[in-house]
């Protein structure tokens, strides 16, 4: 087999949307922002990426409707700039994946840490058994991986619940430190404005990663945009729940800093330790989410030459298994890496972010080229105002994008030479195939 069937279902992908979204992003971000910030700033920090991304998930919305293949980001870049652009795309949004499918075990294992109160090498070894659960699952199929997301979607909606249930007294308290930072009096410092939202980000990434499925969806003109727009507003509302209680649990002196914060609220809702098995629970499928849009990114990549031909081919059962497999590899590569160098996952996290700003900027310019009438002009000035705060506080961190973009083009230059010594060598009135649609 050659090609992707429509066989996932509006259901399917809703499933599939939300696992991708809200697993690390409600589980760690919370935590990570009250460590970045105030209270104050943590909601304020909220508040803004939410906003920011209303053009965003417009702009992907759109374009998923409008070019539903497995080419997904790639097709976008190409329609953006030309073929260098699908090249380009595909070694960022790869570079991404380097660094944030271990960022999502990790966050995983770091719950697991402190659940059995394990040592760094422990927590380690954990988000190595989370990235080879990823890598058995899918191997598994598109319905085991949908069976895992049915699932984690039952255990989050009980956590939530859970965790709202047993917290609405640090909810109101959340609800007047926003009121605070609505009136302007509350504890704000305008240096930390953008490094907030910019972590925050992190939390509304995986609609663009969507694009690489949309191929698979049934009914994309109907479903692509229900798939978007209900997923956004259901994910955004939890988070900014979550983020409402987080902060009026900390105002309190409940510590919640760090990626694992969240795990301080089970000390005030029954069965605490069962709540954090629910919490990996819920990690683990984001995991696998990740992984299948990622092994569909490199499948993509293989066909039209942009990666090795090896991840352009399915086995019997229609599975992408080299790009599972080498990201397999990859991603336990980077585990150890994260160990012996000491990085943090907020720092991984930054640079996954950094990477996808400048994503967008490529689907903004695919959108103003294809699409037309007055939103045209509304929702990309709209999207630019957002990257533009969003990339406003990075520094040398940006030599990693650049560097993958000029990469993807010089492997895009390197292809071209190769296809034209290739048509020299042609018998006359026969045509060189470019490539694989």
């Known amino acids: 087999m050659t090609e992707l069937g429509k066989t996932i279902t509006l259901g399917q992908g809703l499933g599939l949307a939300i696992c991708m979204l809200i697993g690390t992003g409600i589980l760690a971000l919370p935590g990570l922002a009250l460590d970045a910030g105030s209270v104050h700033e943590a909601v304020l920090g909220w508040f803004l990426i939410s906003l920011l991304a209303v053009p965003l998930i417009q702009i992907c919305a759109r374009l998923g409707l409008k070019f539903p293949s497995t080419s997904g980001l790639a097709g976008y870049a190409e329609e953006a700039v030309g073929p260098w652009g699908g090249y380009a795309v595909s070694y ?27 040592s760094e090498a422990g927590v380690a070894l954990f988000a190595i058994l989370l990235v080879t659960l990823m890598l058995l699952s899918n191997l598994a199929g598109m319905r085991a991986i949908s069976l895992i997301n049915y699932m984690a979607l039952a255990v989050l909606f009980l956590l939530i619940s859970l965790l709202i249930g047993f917290n609405l007294d640090f909810f109101g308290s959340g609800v007047g430190i926003a009121r605070e930072v609505v009136n302007g009096s509350g504890n704000v410092d305008l240096n ?35 798939l978007y727009w209900l997923s956004f507003v259901l994910v955004t509302s939890i988070y900014i729940l979550l983020a409402l209680i987080s902060a009026g649990a900390s105002a309190s002196g409940v510590p919640l800093q760090g990626a694992a914060g969240l795990s301080g609220l089970v000390l005030f809702t029954p069965g605490g330790d069962l709540l954090v098995w629910l919490m990996v629970i819920v990690v683990a499928a984001n995991a696998c989410s990740w992984n299948f849009t990622a092994s569909r990114l490199l499948y993509a990549g293989g066909r039209k030459g942009i990666f090795p031909a090896a991840f352009g081919k399915l086995s019997k059962r229609d599975i992408p298994v080299s790009g599972l497999v080498g990201l397999y590899v990859l991603s336990i590569i980077l585990i150890i890496g994260s160990y012996f160098f000491k990085v943090p996952v907020s720092a991984m996290i930054l640079l996954v972010n950094q990477n996808f700003v400048f994503l967008y900027a490529f689907i903004i310019v695919a959108y103003w ?43 895009f230059l390197g292809k071209k030479r190769q296809l034209k010594k290739q048509l020299k060598t042609l018998p006359s009135g026969k045509d060189l195939p470019l490539c694989e649609d």
Do not use: C, H, Q
Not at 94 to 115: Q, T
Not at 201 to 217: D, K, P, Q, T, V
Not at 388 to 403: A, D
């Open 92 to 118: 960022l949004v790869g570079g991404s994946f380097f660094f944030g499918l271990p960022a999502v075990a990790l966050i995983g294992s770091e719950y697991m840490g402190k659940l059995f109160t394990l």
């Open 192 to 226: 930390k404005v953008w490094k907030v939202p910019a972590l925050l980000f992190w939390a509304f990434l995986g609609w663009e990663n969507l694009s690489f499925s949309l191929g698979e969806i049934k009914d994309p003109e109907k479903n692509v945009p229900l």
């Open 369 to 411: 080229k294809t699409e037309t009438g007055w939103r045209k002009w509304v929702f990309s000035a709209l999207s630019l105002v957002s990257l533009s705060f969003l990339v406003s506080g990075f520094t040398w961190e940006v030599i990693y994008p650049v560097f993958l973009i000029g990469f993807g083009y010089y492997r």
